[in-house]
């Protein structure tokens, strides 16, 4: 599951919330514990690895093969030479950027016959974890109870600054500290950075992204979600950026490829960086989402996606342009609709509150607890029901997707420093220096972009502000749209595509070239963008205290929680730092009456078949492939193919691209999707129903194998059979 959206939202609805007693299998555990918390229950499952086999910060270990892949998703190292693995989905920016009408890689797939075709990635990074250790109490040491939040965050913030300094190599190393259990605990995790991150293969998109939205996060599954990567450094080893010079990296570990298969009950681990979880969120927090939170990102992010759809159906440049923005943003709202029925199916709400009321009644029996904790719940209750007053909730997602969805605000954001160079009084030459980082915007902006398709998004947009937030609350863009435009948000974004310097390359380049303050400050698409900003900004300022109060109850909240459950091993929400989950291979029975099969076989590729429909197409040559039975050695024992399998692990988005692995610490599959029965799970976990979906490695074996040839790719690769 990738990171995506997650990683662009300005401000994350923390609450808490968690049931107690640990399934097994549930928990995103922290390497550096594992040892102490999970090993006997690994070992009992399955593991056969030594704890320092897995995790060793003086040798090399297996935690040095798997990497954060561009903050979004996970990749792990395969070969001596660098090479990665992700999932196609965690790739699909980068071969979307290198995609074209002429070299079409999201339709047509990508391989690189030798190292001088793999093409590089600029922006791309991958983060080795060299070692983390707990700063709690250094992080805490001038905190007082009596100070404020504002007051806490700044002797935090100094603390962590100096944590960072002291392990940071002379910036040889990017440090980073993290809270944990909403703030009562603090991690300081040290990386090596990579940056020249080459694209090696990529499957078309009818094998990378078979099922398209509609079989997205949802099994039964038949999608060959892989895309491979290399690492590169400099001539000496070292973190380096993109050079000609630059060599394949000589990793410190990587993994070997298992082709045994999976059984139903094989233990499977998984390792990589999950984003986001909210798995202590109260059932207050639990109403906000269903009543005003996903209503609001489903309606707005429902409109913009149909608008980009319709044109991208109608032309290839425009699909081309808007695939990668478009699946993101589609993967988010799917998901947001899943977890909404999920809420509501699985009873949530009243999971949450019995843990609550438990934890009120432990809180009263004892005045020190009552002193400490007692106003916990009633606070969090407060802040979300001052939210609901205000629609806080509602205007501050409208906003957010609205940025995420569409490029007219986005750009006007990125491009508003424009204007206090101009201000700045400089000249000539100066100033077209002072100007240049702008052009070079300019060129990645225009690059995926539609203006007709973007004149409908903003009308839409400004409609759906109009009929769903009050008169009073509304940007004062709103006036202007009522003065000049008589309230007609379509002739206003006409207009405003018209007439504005931002609108076009040709508008933009030439404006740059003759800026005057003027005319920035009348454009109408700075205007827009500049009011809904501000918009935002007031409505966050009136809202800080209610989200200090909020932040400040909920770690209490977690903290007493902890306390009142001594013997329980509560384990720290995600929050995008290595985390290891560890299951087992396992089926489950979604509804009455229904069974689902951990695996699924390559015959069901061609029972989905429709070639009316782009989500369901099978390349001749794989349906070849599959006709023909011609799997090679990467069939299971009966000759069938395996194309995805289940297993009960606890991942979420940032997972995605993560190595699932075998008691041996083998490569056996790359996770990619959770599942539609158990959409609310980063909220709280479902043992009976959440399942990982995951690639079988053979079936990625078979497709750089049997379908592009790629040998350079296998002959790299080092595999292992019982
Ligand atoms: N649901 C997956 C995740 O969040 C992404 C799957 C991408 N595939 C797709 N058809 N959109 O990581």
Known sequence: MK?????LILIAMISAGLRAGNPPDEGMWLPMFVERLNYVDMQKMGLKLSPQEIYDINHSSLKDAIVNLGGFCTAEVVSDKGLLFT????GYDAIQKHSSLEHDYLTDGFWARSLSEELPNEGLSVSFLVKMDDVTSRVLEKVKPEMSESERSAAIGKAVEMLKQEEA???KYEVSVKGFYNGNEYYRFVYEVYEDIRLVGAPPSAIGKFGGDTDNWMWPRHTGDFSIFRVYSGPDGKPAPYSKENIPLKPKHFLKISVDGVERGDYAMIWGYPGQTDRYRTSHGIQATLGEINPAIIKVGGKILEIMKSDMDKSDDVRIKYASNYAGL?????????????LKRLDVYDKKKAIEDKFSAWVMADESRKAMYGSALQDISDVYS???????NTKLWYLQISFFGSQMMQFPMQTQGIINILKSGQKGEELQASLAPFYEMGKGQFKNYNPATEEKIVAAILEMYRQDIPADALPDIFNLIDRKFKGDVHLFAKKMFETSVLTTPE???AFLAKPSIKVFENDLAYKLTNSFYNSFMTQNMSMTQNGEKLKKAQRLFVDGLRKSNPEKVYYPDANSTMRVTFGKVLDYYPADAVHYDYVTYAEGILEKEDPTNDEFIVPARLKEIIETKDFGKWADKNGRMVVCFLSHNDIT?????????????????????????????DIAFE???????SVDIRYVMLIIDKYANAQNILEELRFVKK
């Open 3 to 7: 990171k995506t959206f997650f990683t």
């Open 169 to 171: 190599a002379d910036g």
């Open 386 to 392: 001052a939210y609901s007053a205000s629609k806080y």
């Open 507 to 509: 508008k933009y380049e």
């Open 687 to 693: 043992t009976e129903l959440q399942r990982t979906i």
């Open 330 to 342: 589609a993967n988010f709202w799917k998901n947001k609709i899943g977890e909404s029925r999920g």
């Open 653 to 681: 988005g940032g997972n995605s691209g993560s190595p699932v692995l075998n008691g041996n610490g083998d490569l056996i599959g790359i996770a990619f999707d959770g599942n539609w029965e158990a959409m609310s799970g």
């Open 87 to 90: 999932n196609h989905h965690c």
